[in-house]
């Protein structure tokens, strides 16, 4: 049963995540909100709402392990597994943004937060407030400096007939879902990691990560096959920025994290920062500012290495 009840939290989780993104963008739009914030700030944080909540969830219930472990395990599957995946079905070819906006941001956002966590092995009210403004520089920075950046979702938001009494009915049930499939996630997931005496930080940093990473893969891998997926690398990176500085930011601004495990620091965050570094060699790498087949591959065997001897 569980196991029913990961599978089940993970589809209210994909479910709800997916409902809140559209309903969210459908509210933008009628306020017309320009297309390039929505892209920035709506849908960036819609899709990091699963991560949201189950981390929000697990502080609450007192699991500081499980909510960062399920930060983290997300941003590398998104990388290691997600990208991987898109990239082994059609190559990607990277945009001069991808060198002079995504990738620097990335970094700094993953070096902020390696910093704020090394220190103390806690996450206070003070830091959570930190990783909150640094997004909203951020933001602002894009924002300024990147308006002739094309939306990647115009195609599929230009066209709205959804009232705003139907969206926010729709925002709030999508809610629900993610409360109710976070419950049920966590629950199932810490039972099961009792069971057979996995730590919370195990079975959240793969199970729980890659559950919650599934919209994301499932969008990704759409894009894909329409041969739309240079705009992917794009939308994984911003999903990896808002986890760091949102997700936690949000989390820890609440509830203060605190007993983060050395495990955590010497271990889950080097492997988060070489698969945030390891894109630029790759592109660099055999055939320049394109992602190949041979690449995700790479990728992909990178993220077994680090996730088999995890579930071994």
């Known amino acids: 049963m569980d196991y029913l009840g990961i599978l089940f939290g993970i589809i209210l989780l994909s479910y709800g995540g997916d409902l809140l993104t559209k309903s969210s963008i459908d509210i933008s739009l009628k306020f017309s909100v320009p297309k390039i914030v929505i892209g920035m700030t709506v849908v960036s ?36 597994l997600v990208l991987a995946i898109i990239t082994i079905i059609y190559p990607i070819t990277l945009k001069h943004r991808f060198y002079y906006t995504d990738f620097p941001l990335l970094m700094i956002s993953t070096a902020l937060f390696y910093f704020i966590i090394y220190t103390d092995n806690q996450i ?28 990647e979702f115009s195609e599929e938001i230009d066209n709205t007939k959804i009232s705003f009494t139907k969206s926010f009915i729709y925002i709030f049930f999508s809610g629900s879902l993610l409360w109710l499939g976070s419950e049920t996630l966590i629950k199932s997931a810490v039972s099961v990691a009792n069971k057979f005496e996995i730590s919370e930080r195990i079975i959240s940093i793969t199970m729980v990560a890659i559950g919650t990473s599934i919209p994301e893969l499932a969008a990704s891998i759409v894009a894909s096959l329409k041969k739309q997926n240079d705009l992917s690398i ?62 995700g591959i790479i990728l992909l065997i990178l993220y077994l290495i680090f996730i088999i001897p995890l579930l071994s």
């Open 45 to 80: 944080f819609a899709t990091s709402a699963p991560e949201l909540i189950v981390s929000l969830n697990a502080t609450l219930d007192g699991l500081p392990s499980f909510a960062i472990g399920n930060v983290l395990g997300s941003n590398i599957a998104n990388i290691g």
């Open 124 to 151: 206070s009210r003070t830091e959570g407030f930190i990783l909150l403004i640094s997004i909203t520089a951020i933001l602002f920075y894009l924002f300024i400096y990147q308006k002739k950046s094309i939306s």
């Open 234 to 295: 794009g939308n994984l990176i911003g999903s990896n920025i808002f986890n760091l500085l949102v997700v936690i930011g949000v989390t820890s601004s609440i509830i203060p994290i605190g007993g983060i495990e050395n495990s955590t620091l010497f271990n889950d965050m080097l492997w988060v920062i070489l698969f945030s570094a390891i894109i630029l060699p790759l592109a660099y790498f055999g055939k320049r500012n394109v992602l190949t087949r041979k690449k």
